[in-house]
């Protein structure tokens, strides 16, 4: 629960696009500002500054709104600019409790007054916001994460038109998207286009794009595998043309993104240095968990970080019955649950305790895919205690039974 005491009035702002609405109430939930609409722009940030400076101090006033997808951004940075401290709450924070009033209302009014209410009963924890450095961490391995499954999203079309045609070609390569594999979908997506150019031909092709790795024994395999298949004969040259300019907009994305991991590389560098000796750090991890928990003092116990980023264990319970499976809620960042799980996974590969826990999760007769989230949640509780003291990571054997 959150210290309100200092504050006498509320101020919830309910977020969308162009509009944003305020609602401002006195600490006996009297509304000194109905809800009201304002523009998200200049002119509207000026009219709320004036309408806020109307209802007194600006250290009296305590504002809110819900993080609610890049809306909140600029207008929380604004506020606080200005003096004016700024909770932001979670959105599943809100609904569950506006779930718990009697009646069913949802209107962007309403929600404005709902969020000044849940201010003023002190009854939220507010969401982490990064500083300085923690913001620039979070939108540069945002951006990574979201180029990484745009280059998936095309994989996937392009299987999507090879498969039909060529169903065999899988199986040619152990990465049908390395060089190689990328050369050959360009110059021949489909086994009519393998068959219409020489073995010879063929087998130099490869041989250059794999640097000597391959030649005419796989440019045999390839030929072979075009006179076998099985695919469709049907729309092939339109399938090539579409395989061809899926490729283009792959390999664009590669450039790009090593200069944007290289700018994250640089950045990683200004971080404390003691996050570096956590297990399973690299300049991505450390720059992406840094931008998804920065500030620390944010999570006033490990187990709030673990819950915010989604490992902490479901329980269903009825009656009598209780289910003894138990799986993590998934209710928090998925990029910290994402950068933990990836720390995790280079963790127990490397020498330490974090990998003696591990393999001792593996002799109950866990899963890999569950000992490592195991692991993931315990990197949680080694972090905040690392960050909390700002020292470097101490390897604990005695703590590997907790």
């Known amino acids: ?118 201010l003023r009963s002190g009854n939220y924890k507010p969401a982490a916001i990064p500083g300085e450095q923690g913001m620039a961490c979070r939108q540069l391995t945002r951006l990574r994460y979201a180029m990484m499954n745009q280059q998936m999203r095309i994989k996937q079309l392009i299987w999507s038109r090879m498969h039909p045609v060529w169903p065999e070609y899988e199986s040619l390569f152990t990465n049908p998207f390395g060089s190689t594999g990328r050369t050959l979908l360009r110059h021949t997506p489909t086994p009519q286009d393998v068959l219409d150019i020489d073995v010879k031909e063929l087998a130099d092709m490869i041989r250059v794009s794999s640097h000597g790795k391959f030649g005419p024994i796989k440019a045999q395999q390839i030929h072979h595998a075009a006179q076998q298949s099985v695919g469709m004969q049907r729309g092939v040259e339109a399938i090539g043309m579409g395989i061809g300019c899926l490729l283009d907009q792959f390999e664009a994305l590669d450039p790009i993104r090593q200069q944007l991991e290289e700018k994250i590389a640089a950045l990683a560098q200004t971080l404390p240095q003691y996050l570096f000796t956590l297990p399973g750090a690299s300049d991505l991890n450390i720059a992406s968990l840094y931008g998804e928990i920065d500030p620390i003092g944010t999570f006033k116990e490990p187990s ?80 905040w205690r690392i960050m909390t003291d700002q020292r470097d990571y101490l390897p604990d054997r005695q703590n590997l039974n907790s």
Request: hydrophobic share 40%; proline share 2%.
């Open 1 to 118: 629960m959150a210290m309100t005491t200092r504050f006498i009035r509320f101020c919830g702002i309910d977020i969308a696009k162009d509009k944003h609405v305020l609602c401002v109430l006195d600490r006996d939930g009297t509304q000194i500002i109905r809800p009201a609409s304002f523009k998200n722009n200049v002119d509207g940030y000026q009219h709320l500054l004036t309408r806020l400076k109307e209802t007194g101090k600006t250290g009296s006033m305590l504002t809110g709104m819900e993080a609610t997808g890049h809306y909140w951004y600029s207008l929380h940075d604004f506020l606080q600019r200005n003096g004016y401290t700024v909770a932001v709450l979670n959105p599943i924070q809100t609904a569950r409790q506006a779930k718990q009033m009697v009646r069913k209302c949802k209107t962007d009014k309403y929600d404005a007054y709902h969020i000044a209410q849940i």
């Open 304 to 383: 709030q970080l673990v819950a915010f980023a989604g490992l902490d264990a479901t329980v269903f319970q009825t009656g009598q019955y209780d289910n003894p499976r138990r799986h993590i809620s998934k209710r928090g960042s998925p990029f910290l649950r994402r950068t933990l799980w990836l720390m995790a996974y280079r963790a127990v590969y490397q020498e330490g305790d974090l990998r003696e826990y591990w393999l001792k999760k593996k002799a109950q007769n866990k899963h890999h895919l569950v000992a490592v989230t195991a692991v993931a949640r315990k990197l949680c509780h080694i972090i």
